[in-house]
Nanobody
Framework: QVQVVESGGGLVQPGGSLRLSCAAS????????VDWYRQASGKERELVGS???????DYADSVKGRFTISGDNAKNTVYLQMNNVNPEDTAVYYC????????????????WGQGTQVTVSL
């Protein structure tokens, strides 16, 4: 069994900052990539950014220079640092393990976190 738990969402004022966490646990190993997505009310889910096993990152243009993705292998946790947020950042943010291996097998699969709400408002 594999679990992905997100935390850190909440209400933040425009220009403020917050950090989201994505913690994975269970019978997995060899995670190749972790992605952050977000979905605003009434809109399609969109990719925010990703981090690979070497720590390399990619970001959507809308968040580049403001958001930073990092990982802590010892804690099996990936972070999304959000700085200088604006109301357009309001969304449910999701962590997505794009590829992981079930421990003891050669099978690779993927899993979504439950999402955490971020609201940017005065």
């Amino acid at each position: 069994q594999v679990q992905v738990v997100e935390s850190g969402g909440g209400l933040v004022q425009p220009g403020g900052s917050l950090r989201l966490s994505c913690a994975a646990s269970g019978t997995f190993d060899s995670i190749l990539e972790v992605d952050w997505y977000r979905q605003a009310s009434g809109k399609e889910r969109e990719l925010v950014g990703s981090i690979n096993l070497t720590g390399g990152t990619d970001y959507a243009d809308s968040v580049k220079g403001r958001f930073t993705i990092s990982g802590d292998n010892a804690k099996n946790t990936v972070y999304l640092q959000m700085n200088n947020v604006n109301p357009e950042d309001t969304a449910v943010y999701y962590c997505y393990l794009a590829s992981y291996r079930l421990r003891g097998t050669s099978r690779r699969t993927n899993i979504w976190g439950q999402g955490t709400q971020v609201t940017v408002s005065l």
